[in-house]
């Protein structure tokens, strides 16, 4: 596709409950990345995924986040048990790779979860 | 405590004037970079500075680094409404262990009056 690309755009789910959210990158692109924003903050890094390098996961907030992404390209950020404080945007980004800033970094719309 | 921080958080100004906004961050970076974001939904880069330059323009935007104070500012001259958004300043620390992301301050919300 022409952009990042995520789905759902919208999602309400009752705590406890798993989601999935899912990013498309931008086709060719190795680097991905997922962000997440609270009502009127700035953006917290969760996960960085380059090329087969292992991602690196240190802004995971704890062991319900995981996320994975399936031959280079497709991303699935999966979040277990989900709480109130989980509700947030989740944005999705990709780009050509190497250091932040050496490519622009393209976002998704973002996928908008409400716990309740 | 962040490694951006923006000020103001707000600022509210007429058609056809500047605007000025700031960033601070705390450890050495490679780069640091301003987006905008509309409506709280995707981010569109703006522009990008690295830490060997000073100052950067973009068409009505113009960029400055100030790495000995460890800050930014980001102008936007002749403003217009449809500039009405929020802004973010992102920074990507020099060093290894963070080669792959972007740390991004708290915003600042513009609001241009029509």
């Known amino acids: 596709g022409a952009g990042v690309s995520q789905s759902p755009s919208n999602k309400v789910t009752e705590k406890g409950k798993d989601v999935e959210l899912r990013c498309d990158p931008i086709?060719?692109?190795?680097?991905l990345y997922w962000y997440r924003q609270s009502l009127g903050q700035g953006l917290e890094f969760l996960i960085y995924?380059?090329?087969?390098?292992?991602?690196?996961k240190s802004g995971l907030p704890s062991d319900r986040f995981s996320a994975e992404r399936t031959g280079g390209s497709v991303s699935t950020l999966t979040i277990q048990r989900t709480q109130q404080e989980d509700s947030a945007v989740y944005l999705c980004a990709s780009s050509l790779g190497g250091r932040a800033g050496r490519n622009t970094i393209y976002f998704g719309e973002g996928s908008w979860l409400t716990v309740v | 405590s962040q490694q951006g921080e923006e000020d103001p958080q707000a600022l509210s100004i007429q058609e056809g004037e500047n605007a000025t906004m700031n960033c601070s961050y705390k450890t050495s970076i490679n780069n640091l970079q301003w987006y905008r974001q509309n409506s709280g939904r995707g981010l569109v880069h703006l522009i990008l500075i690295r830490s060997n330059e000073r100052e950067k323009h973009s068409g009505r935007l113009r960029v400055t680094l100030d790495t000995s104070k460890k800050s930014s500012s980001l102008l936007i001259t002749a403003s217009r409404a449809a500039d009405t958004a929020s802004y973010f300043c992102a920074t990507a620390l020099a060093g290894g262990t963070s080669y792959g992301k972007l740390t991004f301050g708290q915003g600042t919300i513009l609001t241009v009056h029509p």
């Open positions: 086709s060719g692109h190795t680097a």
């Open positions: 995924f380059q090329g087969n390098s292992a991602p690196d």
